[in-house]
């Protein structure tokens, strides 16, 4: 018995193996056909599992194979140090490769994944006589569009050494914006001495200064000269400018070591910003205050205080920033609730006075989401899954999901205007109206800036259309990997929900449903920032090379696009 079991074992192992597939390849520096050793070879089957993922490395010749996949669509990976992570058919770094389609048995050869080579940002901070600036923030940035407005995205930050330098590796080439932001000096204010914190320049607001009664200070022996000057070492981006328009970027090629960057600070004389912080009641109340540029990636120094019976007072240099106040407090059936106000606040040369800020709670705004139709086959929606994500400058985001029968409540909403994104609708539904009361907000602006009489009601209608497209070069050939883009019609640009995006396949295919009803043109760009074509300058550039159509409810279009290099 034991035998034949181990015989039937065999020959179900050997029928499974029948249906395996294999690839095999090789890795090579981009640019040059040399074979690149020991690279991490990583295969993940498309809509598979973890059980399904393989791994191999390199031999000393960059040749590789995998073996015992299972038949269907695989991306295939490439990590080694010093080089940028690669997959096989990406048009460009960092952009998604192609899939390869393994039929049962096959031997897929000749694979090629080509990797660049990274490189290095180094330098020093010196301050305004030339001396290294210890403990400095550097940080080297990337333009991006995370929301369709461009921003810096941080890529590295570190602090420098005794020596004033700095050293950024593993950068993948591209252009490359650089800052650095000195420690905050401490200051005396009356009889108090403040030591400034300085919080990662991505969060906003930061951490209330340490402050010590003169006798504390003087008794642990830490006062220091500088706390004594009034000028403040300003953020300072490369080649040396405190504007960041201003700024020029390090355009870093593969490989490349670009050293010797000297980022001199420059000071800026620092001006107070006082007034008062009251409730509702116009009663004075403890808060915190932070002076913050209003934007994520703007690599600034925030700057935060306590208000102390409603009186605060900052010290900042010359800016335009988002003033805001919070004030934290315990509420009935509610162990934690935040009042806040929010103000703009352009900073010039002169102390600025008497500011009044008017905290007020948090509240609640109701609502419902309904479909307008059936849904295909008389399914029923799955409201639950869908997100509605809330999020505004300064305030705090907030993301919620409707109950079953598609009602649902906002908590914690500050007076502000919020901008609204829905994800994971239900399949084949778009957005078809957003109201609040009589007030059309399908733009997805709420105006949150006093509590709303009427709940926000959000229908959608399960009637998308769907687009086919092939993506072809000038001599009519498909086109893998190229990014292709549904971008709305002038009139409604601003609405988030109506981008569609894909990439294309093997054979320069793109199949993309979904799609709210209307006109579109269509673009296909062989090398593009995620989102970018949300810019409205961007998209200046290419409206021309878009092909325009329209869509109806439940309809169907296909075309051929030509590709935009």
Known sequence: MRIRAYVLALLVSALQGSDRATIEGIVTKAGTNEPLSRASIVVTMVQGELSDVSTVVSDDSGQFVVRNLRPGAHRVFATKDGFVRAEYGQRTLMRPGTPIELAAGETRRSIVISMTATGVISGRALDTEGKPLRGAFVRVSRPAYPSGVRELDMAQRVQTNDLGEFRFFGLEPGAYYLMALPMGSPYIEGDNYIIPTTSPPDLLGGEPEVRLTAAQALSQGIVSPSAFTQDFFQTTYYPGTMDQTAAIPINLQAGAVFSGVELRFQKSPVVHVRGRVMDSSRQPVNATVSLALPFYGTDQRAISARAVDGVFDLRAPAGSYLLTARMNRSTAGSPFSQDAAFMRLDVGDRDIENIALTVFPNYSVTGSMTIDGSLPGGANPDLQRVVINLSAPGAAGVQIRPNAAG?????????????????????????????????????????????????????????????????????????????????????RRSRRDLYRTA?????????????????????????????????PEILRMYDSRGQAFRLGESSRESMTLRVIR
């Not at 829905?422 to 084949?428: D, E, F, G, I, T």
């Not at 396949?505 to 209307?518: H, M, T, W």
């Open 503 to 535: 990439v294309a396949d093997a054979g320069g295919r793109v199949n993309i449903s979904g799609i709210a009803p209307g006109e579109y043109k269509a673009f296909a760009w062989e090398n593009i920032l995620e989102n970018s074509w949300q810019d």
């Open 407 to 491: 009602v649902f409540t906002i908590s914690y909403v500050a007076r502000a205007t919020y901008r609204m994104v829905l994800v994971l609708l239900p399949a084949n539904t778009y957005i078809k109206s957003a109201r609040l009361g009589t007030q059309d907000v399908i733009d997805g602006i709420l105006p949150f800036e006093t509590p709303p009489r009427d709940p926000l009601d959000i229908v959608l209608r399960p009637t998308t259309a769907a687009v086919s497209a092939t993506v072809v070069d000038e001599a009519q050939r498909p086109q893998a990997g190229v990014t292709v883009v549904l971008v709305p019609d002038a009139a």
